[in-house]
DNA sequence: TTTTATTTTCAATTTTTATTGAAAGTTTAA
DNA sequence: TTAAACTTTCAATAAAAATTGAAAATAAAA
């Protein structure tokens, strides 16, 4: 296989993996490009080479941006910008990670502490409100569980991550 | 608060962090929604509290019974169909890590192992071709780890994933 | 300042995804 | 069998999300 069709198929399976996890399947189009780039690209490289708008591109590389898996380049004497993105996997994961929990994981444990603050009443059985309790109480140690997961890998350096983790699990695991 | 106004919370949260995950809204709060029921619905009984059609409710309990985490009940005597979900947090997450690694990771990986085949050529540099090679290399290494950590989350029974790897955790993580 | 290069915004449009509802299919009971 | 109860399917429709493209904004150069 050459190089360019390689390209090709790594955005295309990138963009799918993408769409499955809630990131729009061009966003993650713009991140496969970049991440098979050697150099930095303008919007019109990639205008040109994923065949999008250059209002699709700008919105795309600033969401990438915040996420933080992106940054712009400047090159002195030249007034556009360039894109390039984090190659190192391991960071880019820790990032994806850090904002994930921030954005999802965050906002869900702030509705389970309100609602575990749910009173007995006359319109519920005393059944139904243990019920309920009881199983928002598990969600809770759940997201718990994985808010402190996410905390000690992105606090890990990533030495901790590939080599105690390793070890964690059976070589035919 | 009551607990009506607690359950339609956990369902709109519910269904806004599976929409954030790639799981429909409505797939989600009808997951919720079956999590919160101490007994199992009818499909008329879903129909109803989310204010849904009886296709919409039968597409996606049988999507939620592919992931294995709602069951059909059937009751004696009765000849409608009652669904409920798994009520055990820590069985849903390693049920959806399972799916979800032969949904999605498995097809990346595949495409990765196929692209690393790539070949020098002509129509690109040898740094090109090296810098690309070198990264499909560094997520093969990385989607092999998260593969490996999703069979031992997977085959690990519930007590190793409360003890032991929490164990992992400093307690100020 | 004015011009030029470039980025950003956003209303309109297109595309994708989800939903409906009614017909067809299935199962059980009479 | 036939009828009744219920489930499934799917073409049509609605809703949501992504995309465009051109105008407005911004920044640099002349």
């Known amino acids: 296989m050459q190089l360019d069709e390689a390209k090709r198929k790594f ?12 990131v729009s399947r061009t966003m993650a189009q713009v ?24 209002g699709n591109v700008n ?20 007034r556009r910008e360039f894109f390039s993105a984090e190659k190192d996997i391991h ?3 820790t990032l994806i990670l850090q904002e994930r929990r921030r954005r999802e994981l965050e906002p869900i444990m702030r509705v389970l502490g309100e609602i575990s603050q749910v009173e007995p009443s006359p ?14 109480g598990n969600i809770q140690n759940f997201a718990d569980f994985a ?12 030495n901790w991550f590939l080599s105690t983790f390793m070890k964690l699990m059976r070589p035919n695991g």
């Open 31 to 54: 991140h496969a490009l970049l991440l098979v780039s050697v150099g930095a690209l303008s919007t019109e490289d990639i205008m040109d080479q994923l065949q999008i708008s250059r």
């Open 91 to 93: 960071r880019v994961a």
């Open 11 to 22: 955005i295309e399976g990138w963009g799918t993996l993408g769409s499955a996890w809630g």
């Open 147 to 158: 808010n402190r997961a996410a905390s000690t890998l992105i606090k890990a350096d990533e």
């Open 123 to 136: 319109a519920a059985t005393a059944e139904e409100t243990e019920a309920f309790t009881k199983m928002i």
């Open 59 to 78: 919105m795309n590389v600033r969401a990438l941006m915040d996420w933080g898996i992106v940054r712009k380049e400047l090159r002195p004497g030249e």
